[in-house]
C-alpha cells in the first residue's frame, strides 16, 4: 500500500505506511527505506538519513540491486543535506546502474559542481558539467536546485 500510495502521489499515505512497518516489522529494512525514500518529498532529510542508514544496516549484503537503490537513496540524502564529499562516494557506488538516470544526474552534478567551487578545481566543474548535460529532462530539476547549477549550459 505505500508503494501505492508513492505511485499516486499520497506522499503522506506512503509515509504513514512505511512508519507502520517500522512500528510492527522492525527487523525489515523495506520500511526504513521507504521512511527515506518520502523524505526528499516531505522534507526531512534528517531523518531519511537516519533512516537510510537503518535500512542499509539490516539489509546487509543482499544483492547489488538493493545495494544499488540504498546507495542511490544515500547519495541524493547527503545532497540534499549539503554533505556533497559524502555524497560523491554513494554516487561512485551505484554509477555504473544509474548513469542515464536523470535523478542521479542531477544530485550528482550537483555534488561534484559544490566540490569543485570550493576546490577552484576546474577539472572538477568539467566534469560536473558533463555529468550535468546528460539530464535528458532538466524540467525535472527542483525548483530548489535550479539556481545551484554555478556553469553555463
Known sequence: MAMTGLMFGKVDLARKKYSEMITFFPDNPEGYYGF???APMIGDVDKGLENIKISIEKYGKRNSEIKNQTELLYGILLTLNKNYIEAIFHFE???SKFKNDDNFNIHYSLSLIKIAEQ???EDG???ALKVYNKIKNKEEIPEELKGEFNFKT
Do not use: I, S
Request: hydrophobic share 25%; glycine share 0%.
Open 93 to 95: 557506488e551505484c554509477a
Open 36 to 38: 527515506a525514500l518520502t
Open 125 to 127: 566543474k568539467k566534469k
Open 119 to 121: 576546490n577552484n578545481d
